[in-house]
Structures are given as C-alpha cells and as structure tokens.
C-alpha cells in the first residue's frame, strides 16, 4: 500500500503558484520522496526527488518539513499543459534491503490548471 | 517522448483469448518494470527486470501472466485466458542503475480491453 495521502483534487488559476502538498508521517530514514505526474493518456513522468533536503529544478521545488513527515511540491508559474494527476510516493533507494526500486503508487491529486 | 516504446497502443480482444504487448525501453537502460493501471487508480507494479533476468513479481501478476524480457533488451507481457477484469492499461518503464536519480521513463502504455 502507498505510504502516502494527497488530497484527491486541486484548481489552481493559470500563472500562479501551485503548490501540492502530501503526507507521509511513516517515511523511514532510508527513504526517499519522489513526485511523478501522468498527464492524460500517458504514462508518468518524473518530476523532482529528495531526502531531507529542499530541492529544486527546471520543472518544480520540493520542499521537506524538518520531521520529514509531509512534503509539497511547488509549480512556480502553472500553465495549463501541468494539468495532470500529481503522485507523491516514498521509496528506499534502489536495492537497499532488498528493494527492487519499483514505485508504489497512490491515487494522487488531480491538479487542474484553469485560465 | 521518453523513449520507451510500447505496442500495441490499444488490444481490444474477447474473453478468453490470449494477448500478448511488447515493450522496447531506452537501449542502454538494464532495468525494466511492468505496471497495470485500471481507471480512476494509480499504477500498480507487476513485475521487475534486471537485465534479462526477472527478479521480482507482484501477487498481482497471477500464472495467467507471463513477462520475458530474452536478451536484455525487449520485454514482452503475455495474459493468457483474459478475464474481463484484465482491462486495464498496461505501462512499461525502464531505468538505468548506478543513476543518483534512479528516475523511471515510462512508455505511454497498452490499453486492453477485454469483452
């Protein structure tokens, strides 16, 4: 099962920040947070990942509480093309006990960028 | 575009017949992943590839489902005896170790229908 909880569903008015958030008050300390979208009819997409660290990318920011137990990606300028479902997912580094890498995913958040 | 190509895009077959979708991930890529999404969920991992080997395999993937993957390149998922519940889209990812991202590419997915 997914260790996370998003809100199912988010508007958001185009050119304005997005900001998604997720919990996931059981990350162990092994573990990574990673965000995929699926816009659709197409397959996920990775976005940006991190540990405990804030992040940043051409696509978004990752920003991780200090206790690691909720993060929340941001979209700086949405535009109506982000319009997809937002997975936020835990997962331990490739091959750390025993972990195949395989993502384990949520319902995610719809995210709909309106004009 | 990630690279990964998936065929057929679309198999629409009736129940009881066998089905059978190939996946190409990127070339150099020596990881790849099978995942089921059905409506309104996310996806569900299946089973996993290191090279040509098949390291891992969800309760998901019952003995009617058959996954190869012969010379370390190609992938093929075969459903023998389709169930109406086999509807569902089938995505293919792939990945490249010794990346710090660790960042699946999936391809844009085979739906089956199943009558």
């Known amino acids: 099962d997914a260790k996370t909880t998003q809100p199912p569903s988010m508007d958001c008015a185009e050119g304005r920040a997005a900001n998604l958030p997720c919990n996931h008050s059981?990350?162990?300390?092994?573990?990574?947070v990673y965000w995929y979208r699926q816009i659709h009819s197409q397959g996920p997409q990775y976005i940006i990942h991190?540990?405990?660290n804030n992040e940043t990318n051409e696509m978004a920011s990752l920003i991780i509480t200090e206790d690691r137990k909720s993060s929340t990606l941001i979209l700086p300028h949405a535009t109506l093309r982000d319009t997809a479902v937002y997975y936020c997912?835990?997962?331990?580094?490739?091959?750390?006990?025993?972990?195949?890498?395989?993502?384990?995913f949520g319902k995610g958040t719809k995210l709909s960028v309106k004009p | 575009d990630t690279g990964v190509s998936q065929n057929p895009r679309h198999k629409i077959t009736k129940r009881g017949q066998n089905v059978t979708f190939r996946c190409d991930p990127i070339?150099?890529?020596?990881?790849l992943y099978w995942y089921r999404q059905t409506l309104g969920q996310g996806p569900e991992f299946l089973t996993y590839?290191?090279?040509?080997?098949?390291?891992?395999k969800s309760r998901l993937l019952s003995d009617r489902f058959s996954a190869e993957r012969p010379k370390g390149s190609f992938s093929t998922l075969e459903i023998q005896r389709t169930e109406q519940g086999d509807s569902a889209m089938y995505l293919c990812?792939?990945?490249?170790?010794?990346?710090?991202?660790?960042?699946?590419?999936f391809g844009p997915g085979t739906r089956l229908t199943v009558l």
């Open positions: 990812a792939s990945s490249f170790e010794a990346t710090s991202r660790d960042e699946q590419f």
């Open positions: 059981t990350i162990s300390g092994n573990e990574y």
């Open positions: 991190g540990l405990k």
């Open positions: 997912i835990v997962r331990p580094l490739m091959n750390y006990g025993g972990s195949q890498g395989n993502l384990i």
């Open positions: 070339s150099e890529h020596n990881r």
């Open positions: 590839f290191q090279n040509e080997a098949q390291l891992e």
